[in-house]
């Protein structure tokens, strides 16, 4: 009889290599990473040969403070608490600088009226100081 190539007891089909379904996951058939292994831990953030660390896109930053700090809590400005309002939390991260660092203290959690204002205001500073081209 054919033996089960993870738990080594008998698997009773000629046709399968496995004893159970468990048997089948845990060893992880599907994929091909060996017994054990597991890829996404050691790919996480700066371990992975695409991290462009402070290059990243705009959306790609947003989403890093969004995984790593979560929802703002509450406006740095007019001080409301965030809550969820049809499906989407009313805080919003939002850079204090305009350079968009991995860095939490360039970001404050701000609701959308807020944010619009500062960007507003950070845009022009920009071209104020000649920083945008046309």
């Known amino acids: 009889m054919k033996k089960c190539l993870n738990c080594s007891s008998e698997v009773l ?4 290599r496995f004893c159970s379904r468990k048997c089948y996951v845990e060893y992880g058939c599907g994929s091909h990473f060996k017994k054990g292994h597991k890829p996404f831990l050691k790919q996480h953030g700066d371990r992975n040969n695409q991290w462009k660390g402070n290059d990243a896109s705009y959306g790609a930053i947003h989403h890093w403070v969004r995984n790593n700090y979560g929802h703002a809590e509450k406006c740095a400005y007019c001080l409301i608490v965030g809550t969820e309002k049809t499906g ?14 991995r860095d939490i203290n360039d970001w404050v959690g701000l609701c959308g009226s807020c944010h619009r204002k500062q960007e507003k ?8 100081h000649g920083c945008v081209e046309n």
């Not at 205001?121 to 104020?128: E, P």
């Open 13 to 16: 089909r000629k046709v399968c």
């Open 88 to 101: 989407r939390w009313n805080i919003e991260w939002a850079n204090k600088t305009g350079k968009y660092l």
């Open 121 to 128: 205001t950070i845009v022009s500073k920009r071209f104020s």
